[in-house]
């Protein structure tokens, strides 16, 4: 097998240094989307799920294919919106619906299989990373918690800030050319997507790759530390125990640091250790980060 | 695009005429699932689904990837049950299950993957049908019509008779040989596999290859028109109005017949006319035969 199980794709072999790397995750409206996200963008959502986690391994997704459970009380109109953004959310990242079917289900219930052809040699999996390594991020983390916070129970905020998190919730997009650059410039040793949040990728990738990590720069958003300020809320935890927040974390030789970054907007926010244990260094502190990710919010959410 | 969208699969082309076939469809207790059913059968069954599309098109499925809607209610069992009946499905079409992903959802929701590489030229389309070509199937058609009756309305039979129209409902079977070697033999001009019912799959057949159909021979299944007798049903409706019969339905090149058929059994219904009509001949009566299939049970049956 080309690709490991429990990594965020699977692969078959085509011959030639090829393979057809394949992802496929549903979403399903009552654990997936808060009742502030319409159905384009769920729909979108459910497209940019699966492209992550090409994405991740440096694939670029060529079509997919959709399944769509439909409950009774959805229009035309409604299947139209879903169309619309399944379409928009594959034509972001040059991809494109290839079909799919729909069946009558008591949930809204979109599952997306994403395909693309991807080279064998360049895939970046989950299990590369060695000590020594630099663990680096695409982007800041905490904003998706934050914005599912600010949705959820409906907390002030000033209205900038309020959309840029409430908009990473609702509109999130995948590191695609980051993914792509990445695996081109044959740097990293491992790669995962954080949609089930940061410690919990990072957990991940320890485990396939049997090292550990010390972490001594949290990533913490700007927006998620100033909600955090407003509203008494940690904003460790929501930097590390978030999710759906599709950044790439990615361990790094350290020799092509320097050249890597050039290309890619990379932020260090640590190392890989030996010891196999995944360590929060503040100030002279240390904690240990805990594998626990995402709470899906379908306790305190009305079914649609 | 190698494949017309609406076709049974879609299809990526990789080059050197080969292509990336792919058909994703989902099983929805509620109205794919009856009661009798269990989670492995239908978890069997999802699997089913999927390779027959990719057999009616000749390519044989290298895996699938599964992604599961579980409701609150299941226990670790029944979640093993399902993965068995995956991977039995899987087995016995020489595939295999890749990997998948699960969500919480309010019915059980299989949505299934499959793949396979295929050869551009031996695809096997719906749009190739010409008039004067021999129509021709599988296997007789109406078991699972009158099996689902048979389970539904718990009509009485003799136990041996009533095993084989239940099982065709609970044990469904794709027909991968026959496709593979239908695709080989160069003789089929259109193909597609009858999920939605023989009537409905003549119908498909008609729309994309712009032709008609005269059925002069019914394929009605022994044990259906017995069935029929005891509990007086029309055997023409069993036959033609039924679905989830995954037997294929094919346009035959009149001057291969005679070599194709040392190779697959199939039966002889009618022939492809140049009027886009479909018509059934009993004797010498003519009737239309509607565009009109199976009718989910979802209102005659209890949720799960």
Redesign the interface.
């Known amino acids: 097998m080309s690709v490991p ?2 990594d965020d ?4 072999d ?1 011959g030639s240094g ?1 393979l ?1 790397v ?7 409206d ?3 989307m808060p009742l502030q996200m319409s159905l384009w963008q769920a729909a979108r959502k459910a497209v940019v799920m699966n492209v992550s986690d090409l994405a991740a391994k440096g694939v670029k997704p ?2 997919l ?5 439909v409950p009774r009380g959805l229009r035309k109109r409604d299947i139209e919106q879903i169309g619309e953004g399944l379409n928009t959310g594959a034509r972001e990242y040059d991809a494109y619906i ?4 729909s ?5 809204l ?1 979109i ?1 997306c ?1 994403a ?1 693309g ?1 991807g080279e064998k040699k360049r895939l970046m999996l989950r299990s590369g990373a060695k000590p020594g390594d630099i663990v680096a991020v695409t982007g800041p983390f905490g904003k998706t918690a934050a914005g599912l916070k600010t949705l959820l129970q409906n907390l002030s905020a000033p209205i900038r800030m309020k959309k840029t998190l409430v908009d990473s919730v609702l509109m999130p997009r995948a590191r695609l050319n980051e993914g792509l650059t990445l695996a081109e410039s044959g740097a990293v040793t491992a790669s995962i997507d954080s949609s089930d949040g940061l410690a919990w990728s990072l957990h991940e990738i320890s485990k396939a790759s049997h090292a550990g990590f010390l972490i001594d720069s949290l990533p913490i958003a700007e927006e998620a530390k100033q909600l955090a300020k407003l509203h008494k809320l940690n904003p460790i935890e929501l930097c590390l125990y978030g999710g759906e927040e599709y950044e790439l974390v990615v361990t790094v030789k350290p020799r092509l640091w320097k050249k890597v970054v050039k290309k890619v907007s990379l932020i260090r926010i640590g190392r890989v250790t030996k010891e196999k244990t995944l360590i929060l260094k503040v100030g002279k502190k240390t904690f240990p980060i805990e594998a626990r990710g995402w709470e ?1 919010f ?1 306790t305190s959410l009305p079914k649609l």
């Open positions: 199980f429990g794709v699977s692969a078959i085509i090829k057809v394949i992802k496929t995750d549903m979403l399903v009552k654990t997936d060529t079509a294919l959709t399944s769509i459970g290839l079909g799919g079917d069946s009558e289900a008591s949930d219930v599952s299989a395909f052809i899906h379908k």
